[in-house]
């Protein structure tokens, strides 16, 4: 069995593609993703593990959120503050030891204040000892997916050994906005007051909340050794994207980094209608069957993310294996369109028979074998290599 490659003359025609220059950041190590299509629009050393700061905060979230719809937590159920929870320095939500804080507030004061305090709170609920949370969270991040996380706290404190690479903040920050969308809305939230005396901690780090480009969340992180961080999300339209940067320099420089590299994945790429469900793309070679080929058809309709401005063809390409034997059912997966946009991954769409071909009877399969036989006779011997 042999694997064909058919050009697609009318659909390049149709489509075309530039080189989709990715993003010239500043940031030490980022990744971009077009949430919807998957498409990851760019990377920059973005499997390697590095501190994460505050950013790591969101596994914490993540487990909370866990338990609360597994009915471990309660969102108005009151929580104990340990002497170990307020021992922590660095962003809290100042609290004390020996008070009781409700399930709900801990959440907010992570995301918008950053509160370390309030994190440790959740994961001696969870585990009992921050320590043991820790190990929870690597060994879920794993179950995930997440293969160059390891946790050390529960909130990015700098910690030897505590890591997470850009890409598996990207996951964590897509599984959060698509399992928790009930949660979802808190990441926008700009401001929370929980103590009236510390009034002046009460504002959302995220810069681009505001700005009018669709951003909603989700964290920032700042540590000497980490630089200055941002997992962001931003929806325009009915497209979603979700980026991380780490490594920055200032405030100044997240703020400018995160909101070019929205503005440029909004802006660089779109999605677009190529075709709906039941178009033929191509025909395929049919052996021992009532007709010589079937029709490939799409599948479901067809929506590719695309550079705009296009100038130059689309890389495209129907693979099957053939001739394929009959009998076909109408319906059946028979090869892929796959269609390839310069700079950015492929895409793979299946492509199903448009109809029945039935399998030849003795008789028809004595004629084919026979017109095989002459076809092979009459093309002659095949050319000496010199």
Not at 241 to 269: C, D, H, K, M, Y
Request: glycine share 10%.
């Amino acid at each position: 069995m042999r694997g064909l490659k058919h050009s697609l003359a009318a659909l390049a025609l149709m489509l075309s593609s530039v080189s989709a220059h990715a993003f010239d950041t500043r940031a030490t190590s980022a990744f971009v993703l077009d949430f919807n299509s998957g498409t990851v629009l760019m990377t920059k050393n973005a499997d390697q593990p590095l501190p994460p700061a505050s950013m790591s905060k969101l596994m914490t979230l993540y487990m909370a959120f866990e338990a609360i719809d597994n009915g471990i937590l309660d969102l108005d159920q009151e929580l104990p503050v340990s002497q170990a929870a307020q021992a922590y320095g660095g962003s809290t939500m100042f609290l004390k030891a020996g008070e009781r804080v409700r399930v709900e507030d801990l959440i907010r004061g992570i995301i918008v204040l950053s509160g370390n305090d309030a994190c440790v709170v959740i994961a001696e609920a969870l585990a009992g000892t921050e320590s043991k949370f820790a190990r929870q969270m690597t060994m879920r991040a794993q179950q995930l997916g997440m293969t160059n996380s390891t946790f050390t706290n529960s909130n990015g404190w700098p910690k030897a050994g505590h890591r997470m690479s850009m890409r598996d903040l990207g996951l964590i920050a897509g599984k959060l906005i698509k399992d928790y969308p009930q949660y979802y809305p808190m990441f926008a939230q700009k401001e929370f007051l929980f103590d009236p005396s510390e009034s002046a901690n009460r504002f959302n780090r995220n810069p681009l909340l505001g700005l009018g480009i669709g951003a909603d969340g989700l964290k920032t992180g700042h540590t000497e050794e980490a630089g200055y961080g941002l997992v962001g999300s931003a929806k325009q339209g009915d497209r979603r994207i979700i980026f991380v940067l780490s490594g920055l320099e200032s405030a100044q420089a997240r703020a400018a980094e995160s909101e070019a590299v929205t503005n440029w994945a909004f802006r660089r790429f779109t999605q677009t209608e190529l075709g709906k469900a039941g178009t033929q793309i191509a025909q395929a070679e049919v052996a021992i069957g009532a007709e010589p080929s079937v029709g490939l058809e799409l599948a479901e309709d067809l929506s590719v993310l695309l550079p705009v401005n296009p100038i130059s063809p689309l890389k495209t390409e129907v693979v099957y294996n053939g001739p394929v034997k009959a009998p076909i059912a109408k319906g059946d997966q028979i090869g892929e369109l796959i269609i390839t946009p310069e700079g950015l991954s492929e895409t793979r769409i299946p492509l199903i028979a448009d109809r029945d071909v039935m399998r030849h009877g003795f008789v028809g399969r004595v004629v084919a074998a026979a017109r095989h036989l002459a076809a092979r006779i009459n093309a002659g011997p095949a050319p000496e290599a010199s």
